[in-house]
């Protein structure tokens, strides 16, 4: 596993614990206001390798609690499970971010365990999906099996979009607020205008449109917040 990134400590990744994010490269999407964008294409030979990685969590033993694994897209990585029993066999906690493309080996990892919390994008409503993406003609099917699958409360989860002004509007919230009915946590996230994203005239919604995207997804997901808003 070639590691391209490690926050060595963060007390926001991974809720209610104290843990490091390992970043793993490449991803099926292209988001045009991916904040992680140097992951996904462009991969350079800057990495760390496995066993570096292992050398520093065995010395953080007693003080951290989990590992947050984000990316780019983890589920890509053939090595993933092996990756998280390793973490999970020197006694750490795992948490999971995914853009909920690859429900086969999500089942796979909630099933058997191996994840103790699962954080999934939800990128827009169905029919906007490729769009808001940037792959045309996207299959959205993966997303709702993952969906369902995290809905099954096998593990703790949370779902999150980021909002873009010129991605989503109130039709989309509440098209969500249906694909997720019943969801334990939902969370809106602004985008913040960055110089390492894809498309760098994208903007951020209104807090007063995000006040009514919430109040649009109190019918289906009464727990929904804005988070770091």
């Known amino acids: 596993m070639r590691i391209y990134g490690l926050q060595k400590m963060t007390l926001l990744d991974f809720p209610e614990h104290v843990a490091c994010t390992v ?10 206001f991916c ?21 520093f969590l065995d010395k953080r033993k007693g003080i951290l609690d989990g590992v947050a694994i984000s990316g780019g897209e983890p589920c890509i990585q053939k090595e993933l499970k092996d990756f998280i029993i390793k973490i999970r066999d020197r006694g750490f906690l795992i948490k999971l971010d995914t853009n909920g493309y690859h429900p086969g080996l999500l089942a796979e990892l909630t099933d058997e365990g191996l994840v103790d919390y699962v954080a999934m994008d939800i990128k827009n409503s169905l029919d906007k999906y490729g769009m808001t993406v940037g792959v045309k003609d996207l299959d959205t099917r993966p997303v709702e099996e993952s969906i369902k699958i995290l809905l099954q409360g096998k593990t703790e989860y949370e779902f999150r979009t980021t909002l873009v002004k010129e991605y989503h509007d109130v039709s989309d919230i509440a ?6 009915k019943g969801a334990n946590k939902y969370f809106l996230q602004q985008y913040v205008c960055r110089e390492n994203v894809p498309d760098k005239t994208l903007n951020p919604p209104s807090e007063e449109d995000i006040k009514q995207y919430l109040v649009v997804l109190s019918q289906n997901v009464p727990n929904a917040q804005a988070r770091g808003i």
């Open 175 to 180: 098209k969500i607020g249906e694909l997720i």
């Open 35 to 55: 904040h992680n964008f140097e992951l996904v294409e462009n991969l350079t030979d800057d990495y760390m390798e496995e066993e570096e990685f292992f050398t």
């Open 23 to 32: 970043f793993l490269g490449g991803c099926d999407f292209r988001c045009p």
